[in-house]
């Protein structure tokens, strides 16, 4: 197998193939969105359904077809002076599994839109929306160089901020989508910058040119400290797509959207855009050691954090969004410690089991009429069986428990932390608990116990329609045995890291050793072991407390020891940027209104519109319609001018 990039590697199929992977779900976005009005809900969501799925057998048609790498130039793009910027792709190991992601989840979660959205008016729009967002991510995935992966970073981006505000009629779900798109513009700016700093550096943001100079050591004018804060810049951008500490506040907000846009984009895709980003540029990364050290930092803080504030949360949608803060820092945390095969590991996963409690969730509030507060549910486990099923693997895999998926993926990042550090591992592993008990507290809180709910609610409870337990149950079989893909203890073999290994080539030329250090095998079955005992010591917890005991969390106005009211307010970190920064800003901007715009500005622009308006008037006198005072007038300028050049004379 091939194991560099090779721009002049001639692609083995027609271009048409490659055009048509993102310009399928493209045509749904323009049909669904022509056509809104006239398509019903059901052939708008076929339509949506059946496009993203097109994409889907064509990337599966690439996947086992695949032999080499190769770019695929489409057309000359971006040509001024020696910017040469062509429009093209690039094919190999790590954009075609992003490729299966992207559209396999996709489809599924497109399937369940069917019912879960059958509702709503503008269910056209929906799908024409989620459609765009599948052709930018997949733009995202395929680009060849930072500037087309940067088009469709902004091409989800916006598609995020029109899906969280999808139901606008409601000012807070609009102020959570406005929320969600500047605070992506803070990390947009670190990334832009990251950009043209490369460019200045390399003289390219072609991957293969970026990567080669990289690993030659050809910094241009520059010495390798450039490298760090080109990848710091880099990692500016990934903290605000995949909300990292301290811009991670828009995604709890974000789940103001509809629950599949919860699970396709703020859970399984998008966010993991940021993660991407790190290991395409693995190489620069490779190469800032210090970087490196700070992407670790901060994945692991953020882990933490999120997961202690999951602990109180009471939406169940809340829950799974601070959940996927925490797991999102596992994945940082794995790349700070050169885990990179383990951190794409855990986006595979993860996307797996995340979506499928988002849907679970969705499920979940479509039997309770859109109640979305746990202290409102319980018993709902006969009601809704097969949402009660699916949800509990779930949770079992991203609890860390064998065999399910998540306990290969994370038990593999805590390895990789346990070699770097013993006392990030600790904290790890401790986090490890704190998601276990809070994922068990969710589930004993919904499916266990008495119901809570009104009369009417327990009337309609009801198991969701095929078109919603269908994907539930497919994600359900991937979030049980897709760990698979990297578990050598039980098939002899880690196709995943085998598979991914040629991304990683030049990194591993300049660093071996990150790539060839493994724990013995007694200290990971000891660490897989701690692992697992702390996952279950978690659940049992959440047992005891939730379902022995039958606790239930206190209502918002009841009295809470400091501590708890530190947790249940998210440690006010909302109030703390409103004060900071959201208050300041907008004083500034009334202050310059008032004084700048009104006091300045708007008596000069009146000036000039009053004395224009004067000078109008007193011109209209001349203009009274008789052909004898314009005759006057004629006669007296031809005086004037006779008058004028005789003066000359």
Known sequence: MQETVLPGATAPFSTLLYVLIPGLPFLGFLLNGLLNKRLSGTVAGALGTLTVLGSFLLSVFLFVNFKYQYTVNLFDWISVGSLQIPFSYQIDQLSLLMLLLIT???????????????????VGKFFSFLNLFVFSMLILVLGANFVILFIGWEGVGLCSYLLIGFWNKNTSYNNAAKKAFIINRVGDLGFLLGIFLMYLTFNSVQYAEVFQKASLGQFGPYTVSVVTVITLLLFVGAMGKSAQLPLYTWLPDAMAGPTPVSALIHAATMVTAGIYLVLRSNVLFTLAPQTLEVVGIIGLATALFAATIGLAQNDIKKVLAYSTVSQLGYMFLALGVMGYTSSFFHVLTHAFFKALLFLGAGSVIHAMSNEQDMRRMGGLRKALPITFLTMLIGCLAISGIPPFAGFFSKDEILSHVYEHSKVMWAIGVFTSFLTAFYMFRLLFLTFFGEFRGTEEQHHHLHESPASMTLPLIVLAVLSAVGGFMGAPMFVGKHYLADYLAPIF?????????????EPEHSTELMLMGISVLVAVVGIVLAYVQYVARAQRPAEDDAPRSAPENLVYHKYYVDELYDNLIVKPVMALSTGLYKFVENGIIDPIANGVGRVTLAGGQLLRNVQTGSVETYLILMVIGIVLILGLNFGRL
């Open 104 to 122: 396999g989840v996709g489809t599924l979660i497109h399937i369940y839109s069917i019912g879960y959205m059958h509702h709503d008016e503008n």
């Open 505 to 517: 080539t030049y990194s591993k030329q300049l660093l071996p050793a990150a790539f060839t250090t």
